[in-house]
């Protein structure tokens, strides 16, 4: 049995076109922009009531010329020393979570990125190149994230803030081991130096 001219042409161009289907791209699945493998928050203050301004340490530590743990130490501060906090900087790994359950604008299936804690339970998220608020409370179940990178291994990642010590030293420091020295008349805000 011979198919007909009309019925080879017909099936021909179905191959055709389906041949010309599996060959296109899926579409690519692009994260936020990274600096070395992380996401970068200049400036950042994650946290309520976050500011910059007069800090004290808590703990005796060490500053370095640059935000990286295996940077040269520049200085050290004592347990108890003023400090004032001058610039910050959040490095961290973006986790990647699948969309399960459509709510708050986002559709299953969509691949949506954890970046930066805001305050109160919001986090900054990244989808399809824009950045969006997200409640954690509104994740129960919504969202599949992957395992988180283990940070604290990376001697980069953190919040990472500039201070001058009480003698002018200056250098970055993981923030922990420092606090802000609240405004006693508005424990919400740090006093300014």
């Known amino acids: 049995m ?55 340490a ?21 347990a108890g020393e003023n ?3 001058l610039e910050s900087v959040l490095r961290l790994y973006p986790v990647r979570g699948e969309v399960l359950a459509a709510h708050q604008g986002l559709e299953v299936g969509d691949i949506v990125y ?10 900054n998220l ?17 969202i599949n994230w992957s395992d988180a990178d283990d940070e604290a291994s990376n001697p980069r990642t953190g919040w990472w803030v500039r201070f001058r010590g009480a003698q002018g030293q200056s250098g970055w420091s993981r923030a922990d081991g420092f606090q802000c020295r609240l405004v006693p008349s508005d424990p919400a805000h740090c006093q300014l130096m």
């Not at 808590?58 to 004592?78: F, K």
């Open 126 to 142: 990244w989808r399809r190149g824009e950045t969006l608020t997200w409640s954690s409370s509104d994740d129960e179940g919504a």
């Open 58 to 78: 808590t703990e005796a530590g060490e500053l370095r010329a640059e935000p990286d743990q295996n940077a040269t130490i520049t200085a050290r501060v004592a």
């Open 83 to 85: 400090v004032e906090a």
């Open 114 to 123: 954890r970046l930066d804690y805001q305050g109160e339970g919001f986090f």
């Open 2 to 56: 011979s198919l007909g001219a009309g019925m080879r042409n017909g099936v021909l161009s179905l191959v055709v076109l389906l041949a010309g289907c599996a060959a296109l791209p899926a579409a690519q699945e692009t994260g936020p922009p990274l600096t070395d493998g992380l996401y970068v928050v200049l400036g950042a203050c994650p946290g309520e009531g976050c500011e910059l301004g007069a800090w004290v």
